[in-house]
């Protein structure tokens, strides 16, 4: 029955460039990103692959936030907490449980899930600001909650807890930086197929009815509150899946690390990425890690200032985000098919 | 029972910090319809100008009466270059550009005056108020002026042409211009206004907290919470809110055993959360009534 | 023929990248009533719109001689330009008198103003006995009145009415219209007149424009329009 009810779902766009099918090119496009991205750690210093590693890692968590927003229409300014949740049971489970790395993703994911889940079901009463600003509230708590007395066997407190860092398995010839991005890369692979087919499914045109008409889409007989809850858990369970790469990749989870800086991070790599883009979530990535670092260089003291600029200067460049920008550009170059 | 309510009194005297802020968030969410997330930095910038001024040797007052002024224009100004652009930009734009200039400003002034703490003095003093300890005469003032601004506001919306022709523009821009009003200059305007109100509560909030660039983080948030629990569109209950969450958190941190002291901030934002919840337009606002 | 107090030529008209007008003219004569008719989708409420600058337009524009395309809507309306919007843009939290001295928010001279309040109570006195009352919670008639007496208080010299009978009962209708002929002999307001009931438009107009998706199909003086028994039945329909 929910077919009917299928709002604006970003098609995209049909046509050809320069002869050749927007489809084919689009293939192509990802195929020489996919080998630039295999290239990187065999070209590229130890640091830079360590960088590429966590730049995957933000990738995936505002993906997982993107879901949310984008896609279901829902304001979070606090997944960093569930970044937080992911990277923790992670840590924990190796820590106290003795288990692997790998098994931990999935258990993050697992957990993350459900919080995200649970978070939702009271968050459907409250929409946009108000929403906003009951995530940020989440945010907020989640490092004073980690550090706090009754969780310190577990967490370790404001010390946190130091992981040991993966080396290649099965003799492989890399080393452990290597191994991680390769490890990432191929995790973040998985989550974008799923990401891709989720949107494009029945689930998906659901969500989106949902973003775009929320009072049409439940006399559609669609389960509004159901769906909202359920991209809440989905959009926890990537951000918790790259919260537990983020620490093997680094080795360390402590509570400072999870502080509402990290969820407006990822929120600004959202918007400037491009909401409701998928691709656009890769450039988000590259700018929560490197625009920072690039502001530091620019001025040591006013490295705050020169962030605001650039971050200024990117939405009056690009107001819908560099997936936007791109549309437009493809748009300008590209004949449609009748 | 003693205890109770000299942990209420004293939850008042830090719900008036409070209250002054979210007073400030509620001018400008009124004028703009967004929450300004750089609020508690122009507060913080406009605070440091106020103790540069004294540094000079300016007289308080005339400080404190500078500060405003300088604030406003500096508030009408950010609207006409950073924000006009893109005012037609949605939500989380907004968002984004606040986040900016949270980073420029916090940046600024940290490079500016350094981020050692500076104190500011009390025009009220800060010796207790009738021979007890836990408000002192700072305290009383800050309420007093809080609730003075309070009135002033009522009196300028309610009663001026101005301030209807900002109400006008905030609640039907397209119908305003229709009327004439000059909707950009009012939203600038407004603007300028929440600029001065948050002024006055940085220079109001500077003797008890110290000043330096990082002073506002958590009150901001505090004057958040006031804000959505008194309603967004309420200054009344705006500054009711503000008192209110000062109280709540006051008394989660003596009475709730074991995680109280800690979990402060957090238990005071879930009880927020759970009001939002079963309120969604807080205690005194308005229900936005949306149509298919 | 009288003076021209505004006179369009080759309007066109745009949103987003969609063209809605094609080329319009219009010329509306000092103290005339004009309408302008046509089925729905036909380009009415976005001419009106062009006229106050809230619409992306090209081409000409003069009101009273000087050129008004391409300045913001304020200007527009500070020049005399009422424009009665479709759906009435009621400020609904606001109580009915607030409503009519927003509408005078441009005025200079604020003297004036508590007089043309009363005067406004005048022509409605429904709206007098409702002057406290939150403005969201009138009838649809009475908001009607209600956005007619505010676009008066700009003491405009050009009306721009949007379907002004849209959802009112007959009765209330032809009320209105005999208001609105008052308003035109005794207070010189010129009028522009979009409706869908075109019986009653063309009996209120001296001068009727005929559009159809976004191009003039015919004007001309209402008495021949309403005599033209093709134009009525194939455009018209009565
Ligand atoms: N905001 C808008 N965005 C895009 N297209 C619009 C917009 N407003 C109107 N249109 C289109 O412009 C055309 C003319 O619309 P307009 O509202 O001017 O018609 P109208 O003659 O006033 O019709 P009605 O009698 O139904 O009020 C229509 O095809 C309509 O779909
Ligand atoms: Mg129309």
Redesign the pocket.
């Known amino acids: 029955m929910h077919d009917r009810a299928v709002a604006h779902v970003k098609s995209p766009p049909a046509g050809t460039l320069a002869g050749v099918s927007l489809d084919i090119w689009r293939r192509l496009a990802i195929a020489g990103a996919l080998a630039v991205a295999l290239a990187v750690p065999f070209a590229a210093k130890n640091f830079f692959i360590f960088q590429m590693t966590l730049a995957i890692i933000y990738a995936i968590a505002i993906l997982g936030l993107n879901l949310l927003t984008g896609f279901n229409g829902q304001f979070s300014l606090g997944h960093s907490a569930f970044y937080a949740l992911g990277a923790y049971t992670a840590a924990i489970m190796m820590e106290h449980g003795g288990l692997g790395y790998y098994w931990t993703l999935p258990a993050a994911g697992m957990v993350c899930f459900v919080a995200g889940f649970l978070f939702g079901l009271p968050a459907l009463r409250l929409e946009g600001i108000y929403l906003a600003l009951a995530t940020f509230a989440l945010a907020v708590a989640m490092p004073q909650i980690l550090k706090s007395t009754p969780l310190e066997p577990w967490t370790g407190g404001v010390q946190g807890i130091v992981i040991i860092k993966p080396d290649a398995p099965f003799g492989l010839p890399l080393n452990s930086d290597q191994w991680l991005y390769f490890l990432s890369l191929a995790v973040a692979l998985v989550l974008y197929a799923c990401a891709v087919n989720l949107v494009g499914s029945r689930t998906g045109r659901a969500m989106i009815a949902i973003r775009d008409h929320p009072i049409a889409a439940s006399a559609m007989g669609i389960n509004v509150s159901l769906y909202k809850s359920l991209t809440f858990g989905v959009s926890a369970l990537y951000t918790g899946v790259a919260g537990a790469l983020g620490a093997v990749a680094i080795s360390f989870v402590a509570p400072d690390s999870f502080t509402f800086v990290l969820a407006i991070g990822l929120f600004v790599g959202l918007v400037v990425g491009g909401v409701g883009s998928i691709p656009g979530t890769l450039f988000g990535g590259l700018f929560v890690l490197f625009v920072p670092n690039i502001a530091e260089h620019i001025s040591k003291g006013l490295a705050g200032a020169a962030y605001g600029v650039i971050l200024m200067l990117i939405i009056y460049a690009m107001p819908s985000g560099a997936a936007g920008l791109c549309r437009l550009i493809i748009g300008k170059f590209v004949r449609h098919g009748r | 029972m003693e205890l109770l309510l000299h942990q209420v009194l004293a939850g008042l005297a830090t719900g008036g910090i409070y209250a002054c802020m979210a007073l400030a968030v509620v001018m400008i969410y009124q004028a703009i319809d967004h929450l300004n997330f750089a609020q508690g930095e122009m507060a913080m910038f406009s605070t440091f100008i106020a103790w540069q001024l004294l540094q000079w040797g300016v007289p308080y007052w005339a400080a404190f009466v500078l500060t405003i002024a300088i604030s406003f224009l500096a508030g009408v100004v950010i609207e006409r270059t950073v924000f006009k652009p893109i005012h037609k930009a949605p939500v989380l734009t907004h968002v984004v550009m606040f986040i900016a200039l949270f980073a420029i400003i916090n940046s600024a002034a940290g490079f500016i005056w350094d981020f050692t703490i500076k104190s500011v003095p009390s025009p009220f003093g800060t010796q207790p108020l009738f021979g007890q300890r836990l408000i002192s005469a700072h305290d009383a003032g800050m309420i007093a002026v809080t609730l003075v601004l309070l009135v002033l506001l009522y009196l300028f919306f309610r009663h001026t042409r101005v301030g209807l022709a900002m109400r006008a523009a905030a609640a039907n821009p397209d119908s305003a211009r229709l009327a004439g009003i000059r909707v950009g200059w009012m939203v600038a305007l407004g603007w300028g206004m929440a600029a001065a109100v948050g002024s006055v509560a940085g220079m109001l909030i500077a003797p008890v907290v110290f000043l330096e660039p990082n002073m506002m983080l958590s009150i901001l948030l505090y004057g958040f919470a006031a804000a959505v629990v008194g309603g967004l569109t309420s200054p009344g209950g705006a500054v009711f809110g503000g008192f209110a969450v000062g109280v709540v958190e006051n008394l989660a941190g003596t009475f709730i055993p074991y995680v109280g002291r800690e979990l402060k901030l957090s238990i005071a934002l879930f009880i927020i959360v759970a009001v939002l919840i079963v309120k969604p337009s807080g205690l005194f606002g308005r229900r936005v009534v949306t149509r298919v | 023929m009288s003076a021209c107090l505004l006179e369009a030529t080759g309007i066109c008209a745009y949103?987003?990248p969609?063209q809605?007008l094609f080329g319009l003219d219009l010329r509306l004569a000092e103290g005339g009533i004009t309408t302008m008719l046509?089925a729905?989708?036909?380009?009415?409420?976005?001419m009106l719109r062009a006229l106050s600058g809230m619409v992306r337009a090209t081409g000409e524009i003069r009101f009273r001689g000087e050129p008004v395309l391409g300045q913001a809507t304020e200007d527009i309306v500070r020049r005399g330009v009422a424009h009665v919007p479709?759906g009435r843009g009621t400020f609904t939290r606001q109580t009915v008198e607030e409503n009519l001295q927003i509408g005078a928010m441009s005025r200079r001279d604020r003297k004036a103003i508590p007089g043309d309040i009363e005067r406004v109570y005048g022509y409605f006195p429904r709206l007098k006995e409702r002057r406290g009352q939150q403005a969201g919670t009138l009838s649809g008639g009475e908001q009607q009145m209600l956005a007619i007496g505010r676009a008066l208080m700009l003491r405009p010299r050009l009306m721009l009415l949007d379907?002004p009978s849209f959802g009112l009962a007959p009765m209330i209708v032809a009320e209105m219209f005999e208001i609105l002929r008052t308003l035109n002999r005794s207070e010189k307001v010129s009028m522009l007149l979009v409706e869908?009931n075109a019986a009653l438009a063309l009996d209120l107009a001296d001068h009727a424009y005929l559009i159809e998706t976004g191009r003039l199909v015919m004007s001309g003086p209402s008495a021949e329009i309403r005599g033209d028994e093709s134009i009525r039945r194939s455009y018209l329909g009565y």
Do not use: L, S
């Not at chain 3, 729905?40 to 976005?46: Q, R």
């Open positions: 949103y987003g969609t809605v046509g729905n989708g036909a380009g009415k409420t976005t479709e379907e869908q």
